[in-house]
């Protein structure tokens, strides 16, 4: 007799159990509904696998070069849709399995040998992650390209910068869109460090102790392209840091983009001005003809909470699990699968908005009529005619608060003005002092908003994605 539940696929772990599997122990059991995209993974490893069998005489190569080339072609047929995995299978795994038994019978039940599913689900997730880690460092390369371009553009357009957000000084807004590439490129940083633990192969593991079997998993490591064997099988297959480390490094990227989406709904307001996005990028009210709303951002910063919200679960999932693995570590997967697929989609469409975002230069700049953002270059001028800072701020703070009481801006006064203030506002560079831009060009130290130390940066930075295209 089958122990079977209807509907389902026959067990391949049966033999033990007298009854039939209650078909809501079976439904709640299953994997297959999350797990079914590993499909390609579970093949190539199962193909490794196999042929390393074979070459090992653990099972006649004949039967070894039969499996696998019978994987190869389920791998497309699946691919093409003339197969399809059994939806009443238990996971990806029992899925391919049953398939591959379909089309060859016995034979087939030699691919299991050596392994566990513990250490083969392991395998599948590593050689997932390590695809999903590469495509998401490329879309990252793609919006610090388009960042870039933009910086060249505007070099020479300037904003308020701000602290607390109140206008502080001026900056570039080259300047100020470069410092989310080299938030970026922490992030890409990150990934590809992430990646070096990833890239270790558990194959080989079994359920948790080894194989008594003459096994080579370095071969099976050289094949699949990993850089490593896992060195404990304990850990191989009970390890799911690697996944956890990905999910922290795309949920502190998420955060980078959170902030930006932030400046951006903030900008597109009538106060601010800043930007336009393009209608292709945003969305209309139900109810309010004239609106036109920044839903881009405004999701690209809700979806940083998903995941982190992924982050959490996966920490709270392996946080009390004894060595080794447990069914508790079949959620690991749903977590890992929604973080690299919602911040892949928000990359994407990260990259669109950038793409179709114009900036108002002559808005930035008129914003800062006024804003008294040069207060710093005329104390600093007072330091250089010898005055301590301490002193120097003093002397502007008060001469700040005369001008509010007037209505005036630093740029509205003359240097008798600032004369009277102090006698060391005289000589060359006082009737400059209250421009925008000469504050802007004159932070030339390494890393600052000067042009040239801007023009600097631009190079650093095209340098870097130079790198990471080879």
Request: glycine share 8%.
């Amino acid at each position: 007799m089958d122990k079977t539940t209807p509907g389902s696929s026959p067990k391949l772990w049966a033999g033990r159990f007298s009854q039939e599997t209650d078909a809501l122990v079976h439904a709640f059991n299953a994997s297959l509904s999350i797990d079914q995209r590993l499909w390609p993974y579970d093949i190539q490893g199962s193909i490794a696998h196999v042929t390393m069998l074979g070459d090992r005489n653990i099972i006649p190569a004949e039967d070894a070069h039969v499996i696998a080339e019978d994987l190869s072609a389920l791998a497309a047929e699946l691919e093409s849709g003339a197969a399809v995995l059994d939806p009443g299978a238990e996971d990806v795994h029992m899925a391919v399995e049953s398939l591959l038994t379909r089309r060859l019978g016995p034979v087939a039940g030699k691919l299991h040998t050596a392994r566990s599913r513990n250490d083969q689900i392991a395998t599948d997730i590593r050689l997932y992650a390590r695809d999903a880690v590469d495509t998401v460092v490329a879309q990252i390369a793609s919006v610090q390209g388009q960042l870039v371009a933009l910086a060249e553009e505007h070099v020479d357009t300037l904003l308020p910068g701000t602290t607390h957000l109140q206008h502080a000084q001026p900056v570039r807004l080259a300047h100020h869109l470069l410092a989310y590439f080299w938030m970026l490129q922490r992030d890409v940083e990150r990934l590809a460090d992430a990646r070096k633990r990833v890239d270790v192969l558990p194959l080989g593991a079994a359920a948790l102790a080894g194989t008594g079997y003459p096994i080579d998993r370095h071969q099976v490591a050289r094949d699949l392209g990993f850089a490593a064997v896992a060195p404990n099988s304990l850990d191989a297959v009970s390890d799911r840091d690697f996944a956890i480390e990905i999910v922290s490094a795309l949920s502190i990227m998420m955060m980078h983009l959170s902030r930006l989406s932030e400046e951006f709904i903030l900008w597109s307001t009538p106060e601010f001005a800043f930007i336009e996005m393009g209608d292709n990028v945003t969305t209309g009210s139900s109810i309010m003809p004239q609106k036109k709303n920044p839903d881009v951002s405004e999701l690209l910063r809700g979806k940083t909470g998903r995941v982190y919200g992924s982050l959490t679960a996966l920490l709270t999932i392996m946080k009390s699990l004894p060595l080794t693995y447990n069914k508790d570590m079949q959620e690991d997967k749903e977590p890992l699968f929604d973080a690299v697929d919602t911040a892949s989609i928000c990359l994407s469409v990260l990259l669109t908005l950038l793409r179709n975002t114009k900036f108002k230069a002559d808005r930035m700049a008129s914003s800062m009529r006024g804003d008294f953002s040069t207060a710093t270059d005329l104390a600093d001028f007072l330091v250089r005619k010898g005055l301590p800072f301490r002193q120097a701020h003093e002397v502007v703070g008060k001469l700040v608060g005369q001008c509010v009481q007037a209505g005036k801006g630093l740029e509205d006064l003359s240097p008798e003005d600032l004369h009277a203030a102090s006698e060391l506002f005289e000589g060359d560079g006082v009737t400059e002092l209250g421009s925008t831009r000469g504050s802007a060009d004159a932070r030339e130290s390494y890393g600052g908003t000067g042009r040239g130390a801007v023009l600097n940066q631009l190079g650093e930075a095209k340098a870097r994605l130079a790198v990471a295209a080879v």
